[in-house]
């Protein structure tokens, strides 16, 4: 699969490949679990140093899918790790190309199950949304992909494996550190809250941020979160990147009904967490995202609402035509009337762009994604079975 596909609203489907590899999978780990587990499977101590950038290199540099690739390693250590490793990707059961360019990817990962992941080109950047759970457990009323129900959480190695998969695609690697990249920037806006899968959504982030491997920039990579209060702080000092709030009302009442975790933490604890948030600064803003659905929290109250609470937070608000979805029993917000609302935010000193929905036709625009895996319920054993080796 490559990038020279015509650019034509079409899908591909590619065959299941089933691998009964139940080898631990090195993509994912961070340098140092790397250079343990070099050590455990008797890697000399004074070469696994070398052999863990060699690795690391090979992996998120040239994109290796096997270890036979990398030939820089003697051909009796590339045994020794195809003997105690595997890599293991995520794997493409369907492409959609929509008119406008924007890639959707339905990806299986471990246990059959599938996630989404967009890829969104512009003239100046190439942004890769990219999923942390199967499922998601919020329900925002408004969202396509709150009405599947949660499954798992995404290990670090399905998550980094969404952001490998696309450089595949587009024909990524071994570009020069100067060359443009297609995959620019990261949203963490696809299936599931990052906030509720801290720890793995770090470890990946991390591996994407990693100087000597995929090398983005943490200011390239923009989490969003409903409002999982106590996890922002944390997010800030141990990520470092880029935050976005999934806002969407300007009171407690609509709030609740909309995005319902609003119920455990309210707007005002939810804003305080905001203006506490490591780095914020003029340079380096919140992002507000706001749905506009119409008749619901769309008025001009709403928009002089909205800038009185954020007063003080260095911020700019994405204004986000609501993007349909059967059954959803909203409404997108005039076109007029989002940029009234827009107008008001504005002169009160916030930019306020209107985000151009993307995809649309193979509905792979915000709040649209949904895969068809459905909850399973199993044990905990069961799980731990299910993502061993990732």
């Given at each position: ?209 990693d100087n000597e491997g995929i090398a983005l920039s943490r200011r390239r990579i923009t989490l969003s979160t409903s409002g999982v209060v106590p996890e922002i702080i944390r997010t800030g000092s141990e990520i470092g990147c880029m935050l976005a709030i999934s806002f969407h009302a300007t009171t407690d009442e609509v709030r609740d009904v909309l995005v319902p975790i609003n119920r455990k933490h309210k707007i005002a604890e939810l804003l305080e967490a905001c203006r506490n948030y490591p780095k914020l600064s003029n340079s380096e803003r919140i992002t507000f995202e706001y749905v506009m659905l119409k008749n619901i929290n769309d008025s001009d109250e709403d928009a002089r609402r909205l800038v009185d609470l954020i007063s003080g937070i260095p ?76």
């Amino acid at each position: 699969m490559t990038s020279k596909t015509p650019i034509t609203p079409d899908v591909i489907t590619i065959p299941r490949q089933l691998d009964d590899n139940i080898l631990p999978n090195i993509i994912g780990l961070q340098r140092k679990a790397l250079a343990n587990a070099l050590n455990e499977i008797g890697t000399p101590a004074k070469q696994i140093k070398m052999r863990t950038a060699q690795i690391w290199q090979w992996l998120y540099v040239k994109g290796a899918q096997n270890f036979e690739e990398m030939t820089n390693l003697s051909k009796d250590f590339r045994n020794l790790l195809v003997q105690n490793f595997a890599i293991t990707r995520p794997e493409i059961v369907t492409r959609q190309i929509s008119k406008d360019g924007t890639r959707k990817y339905l990806l299986r990962v471990t246990g059959g199950h599938e996630v989404e992941a967009v890829y969104i080109p512009e003239k100046d950047r190439g942004t890769l949304c990219i999923s942390s759970q199967i499922g998601c457990t919020l329900t925002c009323t408004f969202c396509h992909t709150g009405t599947q129900k949660l499954v798992r959480n995404l290990t670090p190695a399905e998550i980094v494996g969404q952001i490998l998969i696309a450089r595949d695609d587009l024909d990524e690697w071994g570009k020069d550190a100067g060359q443009k990249r297609n995959v620019s920037n990261i949203v963490l806006m696809g299936m599931g809250e990052p906030l509720y899968n801290t720890d793995n959504v770090r470890d990946a982030m991390l591996i994407a941020m990693d100087n000597e491997g995929i090398a983005l920039s943490r200011r390239r990579i923009t989490l969003s979160t409903s409002g999982v209060v106590p996890e922002i702080i944390r997010t800030g000092s141990e990520i470092g990147c880029m935050l976005a709030i999934s806002f969407h009302a300007t009171t407690d009442e609509v709030r609740d009904v909309l995005v319902p975790i609003n119920r455990k933490h309210k707007i005002a604890e939810l804003l305080e967490a905001c203006r506490n948030y490591p780095k914020l600064s003029n340079s380096e803003r919140i992002t507000f995202e706001y749905v506009m659905l119409k008749n619901i929290n769309d008025s001009d109250e709403d928009a002089r609402r909205l800038v009185d609470l954020i007063s003080g937070i260095p911020a700019k608000i994405n204004l986000i035509p609501f993007n349909p979805w059967p059954g959803s029993g909203y409404e997108r917000s005039d076109w007029n009337r989002i940029e009234a609302f827009g107008d008001i935010v504005n002169k009160a000193g916030y930019a306020s762009p209107i985000r151009r929905p993307r995809g649309e036709d193979i509905m792979a625009a915000c709040g649209q994604l949904k895969s068809e895996t459905q909850r399973v319920r199993k044990s905990a054993k069961q799980m731990a079975e299910e993502i061993k080796g990732q």
